[in-house]
């Protein structure tokens, strides 16, 4: 029996390394921004696989410079560094998510983390840039908005985000449920 998301995560890293792929050969003037969708229900899947990957692809194509940011890892740290982080888990306690979700709104504002995100990621010292926690750190942080803020600041180095959800081309669907608003900048990295 065939298993479907098993098929596409085992064409991930050949894709990945390739130098077409790393080149941006074939998308024009597109930014290199690339979405693997899955099935929310798989995450945990997805994740084991994640650490294979990493732990791959410098085996596969020696001296390729990698990062992996975990979003709920990035703003967990963020929010450390303005301490705020004790302070909001407070506030969730006292007052709930949706009044923590506005206190957060100003200080997570994607065109704010944007450059943030540039600081740790460091595109111009990478290859290629892995982003992953997208289920993780939602409502906090919606990844349309991110990836919009993020094209001026990524150069020309390949993103890749694992999406719990889907993504047709023109919009995504977290959990493949919850409507963003249309975001038509990146690529599928392996379509289904």
């Known amino acids: 029996m065939s298993d479907p998301l098993n098929e596409r995560l085992n064409k991930i890293l050949p894709r990945v390394i390739s130098d077409e792929f790393l080149s941006g050969s074939g998308i024009g003037n597109e930014i290199a921004f690339y979405i693997f969708d899955y099935p929310p229900e798989d ?3 997805v994740r084991d696989y994640l650490r294979t990957l990493l732990d791959h692809i410098p085996k596969q194509k020696h001296g390729l410079r990698v ?5 709920f890892d990035f703003v967990m740290d963020y929010l450390k560094s303005r301490k705020l982080l004790d302070k909001a888990i407070q506030m969730q306690r006292d007052k709930g998510d949706e009044a923590l979700r506005k206190a957060l709104a100003g200080p997570l504002h994607e065109s704010k983390l944007s ?3 540039a600081e740790v990621a460091k ?3 990478h290859d290629l ?3 992953s926690g997208v289920g993780s750190v ?3 942080l919606r990844s349309h908005t991110l990836l919009n803020n993020l094209q001026p600041v990524m150069g020309k180095t390949p993103l890749v985000m694992f999406y719990p959800g ?5 919009s995504l ?4 449920k919850i409507k963003s608003n249309n975001y038509y900048r990146a690529f599928k990295l392996v379509p289904q």
């Open 173 to 176: 669907r977290l959990f493949g």
């Open 115 to 117: 450059a943030v995100f």
């Open 166 to 170: 889907r993504y047709d081309g023109q």
């Open 67 to 71: 990062k992996h940011i975990d979003l």
């Open 43 to 45: 995450e945990l899947r």
């Open 123 to 125: 595109p111009e010292q």
């Open 138 to 140: 939602w409502p906090l």
């Open 129 to 131: 840039v892995i982003v």
